[in-house]
T-cell receptor, first 112, second 113 residues
Framework: EAQVTQNPRYLITVTGKKLTVTCSQN?????MSWYRQDPGLGLRQIYY???????DKGDVPEGYKVSRKEKRNFPLILESPSPNQTSLYFC???????????FGQGTRLTVV | AQSVTQLGSHVSVSEGALVLLRCNYS??????LFWYVQYPNQGLQLLLK??????LVKGINGFEAEFKKSETSFHLTKPSAHMSDAAEYFC???????????FGAGTILRVKS
């Protein structure tokens, strides 16, 4: 089954404790991206990657890092999480930017 | 840069009534436009997309959208709402030049019985 898998689904952490949210897709997609969803703001892009070893900042990249060492995986790293990063995070993949994006189930992160 | 405006953060309709969710975009190039739906506690899934083949686009679950270049709009409609249509709907435009998919703020659709 074609899917995008994110882990964990829920995470509560403390300020400053490094964390990684994993994202994996099995569709051989070139394009992957991370979004955060906040009420009234829709989805805002954090980082995206057009291919292996190619990543670029989205609209809200501060406080986040990503890597794309292999095509299927695109982890999101928060080196020092802060409470303003409490949000719902989605990973998505697509063949390329003009085609349908497939979304993971989301990761609800709470930073206290 | 591309941008998307969804008019109305909440829309409420009666079961069986017409659903109309509004989306306006700004784009300096021919746009690729999408509507996604998000059910509670789930990720987004594609309802339909416009890729310049036809101005009236049909999607899943009886939804359709019409691309109107003169109005820079891509409104989503469904003739008869079902209770199962209650969800949040997002309009999005892709910006190939910048490698971005830009979303609107979303519209929560409530269907009353």
């Amino acid at each position: 089954e074609a899917q995008v898998t994110q882990n964990p689904r829920y995470l509560i952490t403390v300020t400053g404790k490094k964390l990684t949210v994993t994202c994996s897709q099995n569709m051989n997609h070139e394009y992957m991206s991370w979004y955060r969803q906040d009420p009234g703001l829709g989805l805002r892009q954090i980082y995206y990657s057009m291919n292996v070893e190619v990543t670029d900042k989205g609209d809200v990249p501060e406080g986040y890092k990503v890597s794309r060492k292999e095509k299927r995986n695109f982890p999101l790293i928060l080196e020092s999480p802060s409470p303003n990063q409490t949000s719902l995070y989605f990973c998505a993949s697509s063949l390329e930017i003009r085609t349908e994006a497939f979304f993971g189930q989301g990761t609800r992160l709470t930073v206290v | 840069a591309q941008s998307v405006t969804q008019l109305g953060s909440h829309v409420s309709v009666s079961e069986g009534a017409l659903v109309l969710l509004r989306c306006n975009y700004s784009s300096s190039v021919p746009p690729y436009l999408f509507w996604y739906v998000q059910y509670p506690n789930q990720g987004l899934q594609l309802l339909l997309k416009y890729t310049s083949a036809a101005t009236l686009v049909k999607g899943i679950n009886g939804f359709e959208a019409e691309f109107k270049k003169s109005e820079t709009s891509f409104h989503l409609t469904k003739p008869s709402a079902h209770m199962s249509d209650a969800a949040e709907y997002f309009c999005a435009v892709s910006d190939p030049m910048q490698g971005k998919l830009v979303f609107g703020a979303g519209t929560i659709l409530r269907v009353k019985s």
